[in-house]
Structure formats: structure tokens, C-alpha cells
């Protein structure tokens, strides 16, 4: 089993940035991929960022490509989501993702084995 517990969540005004953090624990080893997904209010969940826990590759998708920036730190089993010219419709619970194999998209979540409890995200207009 992975645990995994995310920090870092807020509220910031338009425009601001805020870093959140997902710290692994238990048996992170063999981790294939690490990343973020979100959920607003009344909506399903979207995929935000993932990374190659070996090669360091990230992924994400166009609505937060080149403000949202995804690291990890392997040494600590941590993996950081950097989010940059937050805009409202980021506004959402963001959980932090783990899975130990390739199998599947990587862009679903249902391709992910472990999930960490959420963290809440507010950008105010």
C-alpha cells in the first residue's frame, strides 16, 4: 500500500500562484507515475499533471499547460504542483495520484491505484 498526503491547498485571488505537495509513504517503491487530478463542485474529475517517477517526463493537458508546472524530489517521495496565473475555474479539490504499473491511460483516473485525501483549492475572481 502507498499513502499518500497532499498540503498545500488555499485561497488565492486571480492571477496568484500557490504550490501544493504530496508526500508518498509505504511501499512507493516501484512507482510508475505520480500526478494530480481535481474536482469542482457538481463536476467529474479532470486530469491536471502527471510525472514519470524515473525519467522525470510530465504530462498535462491544454486548460493548464504552461502555468502549472508538476516535480518530484525522489529522495523525499515527493511530488509538487506548481500552479501559476491561477485563474477561477482552477477552483477545485485537488488530489494527489500514485499507480505501480503502466497499464492503462495515464490521463484517466482510473488508472490510478492510490489516492490521497484531497486539498482544497479556491481561486476568488
Known amino acids: 500500500q502507498v499513502q499518500l498526503v497532499e498540503s498545500g491547498g488555499g485561497l488565492v485571488q486571480a492571477g496568484g500562484s500557490l504550490r501544493l505537495s504530496c508526500a508518498a509513504s509505504?511501499?512507493?517503491?516501484?512507482?510508475?507515475?505520480m500526478g494530480w487530478f481535481r474536482q469542482a463542485s457538481g463536476k467529474e474529475r479532470e486530469f491536471v499533471a502527471a510525472i514519470s517517477w524515473s525519467t522525470g517526463s510530465t504530462y498535462y493537458p491544454d486548460s493548464v499547460k504552461g502555468r502549472f508546472t508538476i516535480s518530484r524530489d525522489n529522495p523525499k517521495n515527493t511530488v509538487y504542483l506548481q500552479m501559476n496565473s491561477l485563474k477561477p475555474e482552477d477552483t477545485a479539490v485537488y488530489y494527489c495520484?500514485?499507480?505501480?504499473?503502466?497499464?492503462?491511460?495515464?490521463?484517466?483516473?482510473?488508472?490510478?491505484?492510490?489516492w490521497g485525501q484531497g486539498t482544497q483549492v479556491t481561486v476568488s475572481s
Open positions: 495520484v500514485a499507480r505501480s504499473s503502466y497499464s492503462g491511460n495515464l490521463y484517466r483516473h482510473t488508472s490510478y491505484d492510490y
Open positions: 509505504g511501499r512507493t517503491f516501484g512507482t510508475k507515475n
